[in-house]
């Protein structure tokens, strides 16, 4: 549900120290690509998806730590530095494994097509690429030279997805930030504010519709009452050494009872508000922990 309320908008700015984070993480991403080439090759299949679920989530990691110690508060800046590092990891990986392949080929038959004079590859990327789509990928060990499980469109399928896959996941880390306090300089920190246990239909209703920041907090459950199917989870980024306002996140927390005798119980969640800006005097005290 879509908040009319104020909410956390960040202000654009950034650090000059974002450009040297961000190069810092390039490197690191050349090098993730680097390691991700060495260890997948022509291994098997299943190894090569969980080192690239690995590579992925390194990249990421370097989005995230490039904005965060860069102090970078623009999503469009952090979306270009994000792609950038996606890319740079992508192409040292591609440009590694055509360097080893180069290598091979000219330790095969030092005659043919391997390493020029000048220390380039003399194996073209082109062929390069021939070559991978030919040898394509296996399920399990297979001999030198054997043909691949998966090869021809596959290959080209798979190169897509993992291209596809590195960069959204880097681009949606590059603009995914918290809030951060213009005042202190500093990111804000999340941390759990309270609980509305045992709420009927018409308290939810109630405050999804909250027009004002004080009809987000109804009254708490008398003392004793039991706790209910239907819980509000309340968090807040507080700034710890201003009195900014807080942004308020509200989540509705449903347990739905187990079908079956032998069954467990489920829970489900959906956001009602999303970092609401809230004064720091309409904040009600804590309650019980989450259930």
């Known amino acids: 549900m879509t908040s009319t309320l ?37 291994g098997y299949l299943a190894l090569n998806a969980l080192l690239y679920i690995l590579f992925a989530i390194g990249v990421a990691a370097a989005v995230v730590t490039a904005g965060r110690l860069g102090r970078n508060r623009n999503r469009a800046l952090g979306a270009l530095v994000g792609l950038a590092i996606g890319g740079a990891a992508l192409m040292s990986a591609y440009a590694f494994d055509h360097r080893a392949m180069a290598t091979e080929v000219a330790t095969a038959a030092p005659t043919s097509a391997g390493v020029g004079r000048d220390g380039q590859p003399a194996l073209t990327f082109g062929q390069f690429v021939d070559r991978r789509v030919a040898a394509g990928w296996t399920f399990g060990k297979r001999d030198p030279g054997e043909r691949g499980t998966l090869t021809g469109g596959w290959v080209w399928l798979a190169w897509t997805l993992e291209a596809v896959g590195v960069l959204a996941l880097a681009l949606g880390f590059g603009v995914a930030f918290g809030p951060f ?17 045992d709420v009927d239909a018409a308290t939810v209703a109630a405050v999804a519709a909250a027009t004002t920041p004080a009809a987000l907090f109804p009254p708490a459950s008398p003392p004793g009452a039991p706790a209910g199917p239907v819980s509000l989870v309340y968090t807040a980024h507080r700034c710890p050494t201003c009195a900014s306002d807080a942004y308020v996140t509200i989540i509705e927390r449903r347990v739905t009872p187990p079908t079956r005798p032998s069954g467990d119980p489920t829970t489900s969640s959906q956001p009602l508000h999303v970092q609401v800006a809230v004064p720091r005097a309409l904040l009600p005290s804590p309650t019980a922990p989450p259930r």
Do not use: H, K, M, N
Request: net charge positive; charged share 15%; hydrophobic share 45%.
């Open 6 to 42: 104020p909410r956390y908008r960040a202000s654009g700015r950034t650090s000059p120290r974002f450009l040297l984070t961000a190069v810092a993480a390039g490197a690191a991403a050349i090098g993730l690509g680097w390691a991700y080439q060495a260890l997948t090759g022509a």
């Open 181 to 197: 306090c213009e005042t202190c300089r500093r990111w804000i920190p999340a941390g759990p504010l309270l609980v509305r246990p």
